[in-house]
């Protein structure tokens, strides 16, 4: 799988972009951005399906298993050993993984939402018995577990075997412009394929560099008006191109932008964009069956804020997955529709008024 493009090094002091060098070989597995939020939202479907109480325990010690695997590039073997008492750090969002006859251990960055999720458990007395041996689950039934959630994701076993989570990190942060060095150090490699001078990298420009990366990560899922997700399709015409996005909450959004653009963008299928588009280009429409227009984005979502001013006012509308989309309207529509929070509203805007960004 190639996913290298056609646009030139940048130069003139702009800085050289890794990944768009950075290409995986055809047999190499592994699961995209997308794919392993898919799992993500698996394993938490499945431990909100427990019916018992010690069952939901149960399942979410697996699931926590797996978000380590999926946030750290950690072997299975290094997350069953994490002691949670002693080797988890909630206060600056870390995880000390490997070491005794390996060698030292390494520290690795944890994203603040899996921080919040192991917090939670910390403080639940449902788990109390099971503090500093909450990951020390046998590895074939946490295997097990993995692939039954493959089968309902539609995934073979080989593609959600812990192997495969720890390349699919690897893959993740490089495409992520995330340099070697780091990346190597994350997964405790003891080697890499580049020169001595690409090998160095201060422990403190380390930290600086994973703690980017995770909120970037986090500010994804969580800006307004943004839809990170991979580029599903790209209708090419005389001037302008179609490009159409599949979100990582299962929304297409679809832009219009100039063949210029797509170019200098160097936006293919299968690559990762954000979409994002201005408060005011955001039209609402109070109607819980999907309204005739032509705008071609239609979602529809709750609202969950209004803020009404003299001329204008702002509205949060939260979509399925939790996506949050402001619209800017007059004070005097936002009356005529008579919104009120917890109401069913479409937000609508048409392809020209969604801007791309590659990071």
């Known amino acids: 799988m190639d996913e290298t493009n056609n646009a030139a090094p940048e130069s003139g002091g702009k800085r050289f972009r ?39 325990v149960s399942r979410n010690r697996v699931r926590l298993i797996y978000l380590m695997l999926r946030h750290t ?6 997350v069953l050993a994490v002691n949670d008492r002693s080797d988890v750090n909630l206060e600056n969002l870390s995880v000390m993984l490997g070491g005794g006859e390996e060698g030292p251990g390494r520290e690795v960055q944890i994203p603040a939402e899996l921080g919040e999720a192991l917090a939670a458990v910390f403080d639940d007395p449902a788990y109390a018995s099971l503090r500093g041996g909450l990951f020390r689950l046998d590895q074939g039934h946490v295997r097990r577990k993995f ?19 720890r390349r699919s990190r690897a893959v993740e942060l490089l495409r992520d412009d995330v340099p070697l060095p780091v990346v190597q150090r994350i997964l405790g490699h003891s080697t890499a394929d580049l020169t001595a001078a690409f090998l160095h990298l201060p422990e403190d420009q380390r930290r600086k560099v994973e703690r980017q990366v995770l909120t970037r990560e986090t500010r994804r899922t969580s800006a307004r008006n943004a839809f990170f997700g991979r580029v599903a399709r790209v209708q090419r015409g005389d001037i302008q191109s179609i490009v159409t996005v599949e979100s990582l909450g299962g929304h297409a959004v679809s832009s219009i ?68 989309l402001c619209a800017v309207i007059t004070t005097q529509s936002a009356r005529e529709l008579a919104l009120a929070e917890g109401q069913k509203v479409w937000a609508m805007f048409t392809a020209f008024a969604v801007v791309l960004h590659v990071e």
Do not use: Q
Not at 20 to 45: G, N, Q, W, Y
Not at 297 to 319: K, M, Q, W
């Open 18 to 56: 890794a990944a768009r060098i950075f290409s995986v070989p055809d047999d190499v597995k592994f699961l995209d951005t997308l794919e392993l939020t898919r799992l993500s939202e698996a394993f938490s479907a499945w431990t909100t399906r427990a019916g018992r109480p010690d069952v939901a």
């Open 257 to 324: 932008i100039t063949n210029e653009s797509l170019k200098n963008l160097g936006v293919t299928e299968g690559s990762f964009v954000t979409a994002e588009i201005k408060a005011p280009w955001v039209v609402l429409e109070a109607a819980v069956d999907m309204p005739r227009s032509t705008a071609g984005n239609r979602f529809l979502g709750d609202v969950e804020l209004i803020r009404l001013g003299e001329l204008t006012s702002e509205v949060i509308v939260a979509l399925s997955d939790d996506t949050r």
């Open 73 to 78: 590039g950690a072997r299975l073997g290094e």
């Open 147 to 165: 692939y039954e959630r493959a089968e309902e994701c539609g995934f073979t076993k080989e593609l959600v075997n812990p192997s495969t989570i």
